[in-house]
């Protein structure tokens, strides 16, 4: 249907990006699940009016009025959303308007202006994300293969498409190494090259500055760091970059050394056991621990570039306070019920931060207040201390308490020990 309203116009329409990389990947391995569509119009003998691909989408809303239209005017370009539509399910089609890219100064937001279908593939990241496939006759179903990108799809290559590429979007190298994970790809030499030298060249210090005049890079930074964190594959993914220094893009001073790996598998077993139920957002949890392992001095600043969330920052900002004071109160304290009244206080996100942190004999007692103690609950209620002859009112959250506590410190261990107890 796009495609007849794109020729209805005199246009041309192509599908590109990763939806047609993932098309040409699924002929070879199988299953394919496309949820986001990237279309381009084009013109057929000059290029199109800078405002096709909005019209095009507008023509098309008229069509499937369930849709919702989304548009973009400082980039020219549209969207249309189905949500969880009873046939589409979730759809995401982008419509842009066959456009190159010119950066006024690197690392800042890309301007619009119109041009052909080949310069608008110029632009964009790496070749096996730089096809299209021709939606409009004549010629439908040709696939526009300019740079080798299905020479590279064969070969598990990921080549960036010019040396500048890293320089005027470092979230491409984040990009790079996650397709390459994701795929079992290899960064091409040359592309690898590229990378350092942005990295060297301080790319990453306009991504971590303080008060960055360009935020838009610093929210694509963030779904990158998010698409990375919570895919099964983040653990290679970090490694990867790491090993090409691009983690200096969070902060100069982020390595992933032996203690962070550590950190981070043990996080990894306390969200199956603590957070089975998925209530923590756990990739954020990983980011946190990344950002934990910054001197305290960098966390906060980190946080805020990144545009976390005002609980996470505020838990990275008051991590080194309740770090050391349960660190100095913990060895001081015997009694189970001593312990609860102690770590109660921190909610389930900050004790991981905190255990991660902790040397291991106060981390085991973490571990124990999460799994056990923290779930110890009175063994008698409201209407047994009313028999009791207690008379109704607020002492009884503490006349409870105390039943825990007593639970906890093996002082009774059922509700007749526990009347006697109260008696
Ligand atoms: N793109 C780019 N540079 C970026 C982001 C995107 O060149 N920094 C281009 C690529 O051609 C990419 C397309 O825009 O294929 C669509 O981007 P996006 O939807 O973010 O990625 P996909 O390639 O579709 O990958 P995924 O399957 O992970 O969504």
Request: proline content about 4%; charged content about 25%.
């Amino acid at each position: 249907i796009a495609s007849q309203e794109a020729e209805k116009r005199g246009w041309h329409l192509y599908l590109v990006g990763g939806a047609v990389r993932d098309l040409l990947l699924a002929k070879t391995a199988g299953s394919l699940m496309i949820k986001d569509i990237d279309l381009v119009v084009d013109g057929f003998h000059k290029s199109a009016d800078v405002g096709a691909g909005v019209e095009l989408a507008k023509a098309l809303q008229q069509l499937y009025p369930a849709a919702r239209l989304e548009i973009h005017g400082a980039f020219q370009t549209a969207a249309l959303l189905w949500h969880k539509d009873p046939e589409l399910d979730s759809l995401w089609v982008d419509i842009a308007t066959a456009r190159t890219e010119f950066y006024p100064y690197p690392a800042a937001n890309p301007e619009v202006e119109a041009s052909s279908i080949r310069q608008d593939l110029y632009r964009r990241d790496f070749t096996i994300n730089a096809i299209a496939l021709r939606l409009t006759s004549p010629r439908s179903g040709e696939l526009l293969d300019f740079f080798g990108g299905l020479l590279d799809l064969q070969a598990k290559q990921i080549r960036v498409l010019y040396a500048n590429s890293f320089i005027e979007d470092p979230t491409r190298i984040y990009r790079g190494v996650r397709f390459a994970v994701r795929f079992g790809f290899e960064i091409e030499p040359q592309t690898e090259e590229f990378i350092r030298y942005a990295i060297n060249s301080g790319v990453y210090d306009r991504t971590s500055q303080e008060n960055t005049k360009t935020p838009a890079l610093q929210t694509r930074l963030k779904t990158e760091l998010k698409h990375i964190l919570e895919a099964p594959y983040w653990k290679s993914a970090l490694q990867l970059l790491d090993n090409l220094g691009a983690l200096q893009c969070i902060h100069p001073t982020l390595k992933l050394d032996g203690s962070l790996l550590r950190q981070l598998r043990l996080l990894e077993r306390c969200l199956r056991r603590f957070d089975a139920e998925q209530t923590l957002i756990h990739w954020q949890m990983r980011l946190e621990a990344l950002i934990a392992h910054l001197a305290p001095e960098y966390r906060v600043k980190v946080a805020k570039n990144l545009q976390l969330q005002e609980d996470s920052i505020l838990r990275l900002k008051n991590l080194v306070q309740s770090f050391s004071q349960v660190i100095e109160c913990l060895p001081t304290l015997q009694r189970p019920s001593q312990i609860v009244q102690l770590l109660r206080q921190y909610d389930l996100p900050i004790l991981i931060l905190i255990a991660l942190q902790s040397p291991r004999s106060l981390r085991h007692q973490i571990w124990e207040y999460l799994t056990v103690w923290a779930n110890v609950q009175p063994l008698l209620n409201g209407n047994d201390l009313k028999k009791l002859g207690y008379k109704p009112g607020p002492l009884y959250r503490q006349i409870l308490d105390d039943v825990v506590a007593a639970t906890l410190d093996g002082v009774i261990k059922d509700r007749t020990e526990a009347e006697e107890f109260l008696a």
